[in-house]
């Protein structure tokens, strides 16, 4: 499995791009823009595009969706919890960086432990309420690595004053979802560097 971390949009968000090396199979995780040079890099290097995974619905991790589907039909995933964020323009916040706001309305909804396929790899589905009611995580055992979006960061989580916000659950989605998880898994945050779920169960203080 590769992983190659871009980052893009008005805050630079991590995007991240897992393939396959040996099939050129590849996901999108959490696409805050569409710029031209990803593209290229994508069919540079013949990569088949199967899905775009979304950890929440925030506008720094959604905005470039439209761009994507132009160059290739693949479904949209988020969490079942997180459509009313997916088609609010409050809620997701994309007044902030566009005075008409962006919804999507196409994705396809999963839920809690649910597993998806694509690349080769299992996606396992972690619901994380707390940075938004729908927050999720994606974790794959096989790869000994979860993509945690905005819930958890190295020493440090994801904020909680949104409308939408779970502040109680926060806590208890990190202790009781995240950190069962084994001390070596590799963590690819929504923003900053990555971690291990090992390093935030002794040093996060927030937890």
């Keep these: ?36 040079y990803l593209i290229s890099h994508i069919k540079n290097e013949e990569m088949k595009l199967q899905a775009i995974l979304l950890t929440h619905g925030h506008f720094d991790h959604i905005m470039g969706i439209d761009g994507f589907l132009k160059e290739w039909k693949v479904p949209v995933l988020v969490h ?7 088609n609010d323009k ?3 916040h994309t007044t902030v960086i566009s005075p ?10 999963v839920k809690d432990g649910q597993k998806l396929n694509f690349a080769g790899y299992t ?5 994380t309420p707390g940075h938004t009611v729908g927050s999720c995580c994606y974790y794959v055992e096989s790869g000994k690595t979860l993509f945690s979006g905005d819930t958890l960061f190295l020493e440090s ?7 939408n916000s779970r502040p109680a659950l926060m806590g208890r989605s990190v202790r009781e979802r995240l950190f069962i998880l ?3 898994t590799k963590v ?9 779920i090992g390093h935030e169960r002794k040093y996060n203080p927030y937890i």
Excluded at 9 to 18: A, F, K, M, S
Excluded at 188 to 196: I, K, R, S
């Design 80 to 86: 079942e919890k997180e459509e009313e964020t997916m």
């Design 100 to 109: 008409d706001g962006y919804t999507f309305s196409g994705s396809e909804y």
């Design 157 to 163: 989580v994801g904020r909680t004053d949104f409308e």
């Design 1 to 36: 499995m590769k992983i190659e971390r871009f980052g893009i949009g008005p805050i630079h968000t991590n995007c991240y791009l897992v393939s396959n090396e040996q099939t050129k199979e590849a996901v999108i995780i959490d696409p805050a823009a569409c710029p031209d």
């Design 123 to 127: 996606f396992e589905v972690i619901y």
């Design 182 to 184: 084994p001390d070596d």
């Design 90 to 92: 409050n809620l997701n």
């Design 188 to 196: 690819y945050p929504g923003h900053e560097d990555e971690t291990t």
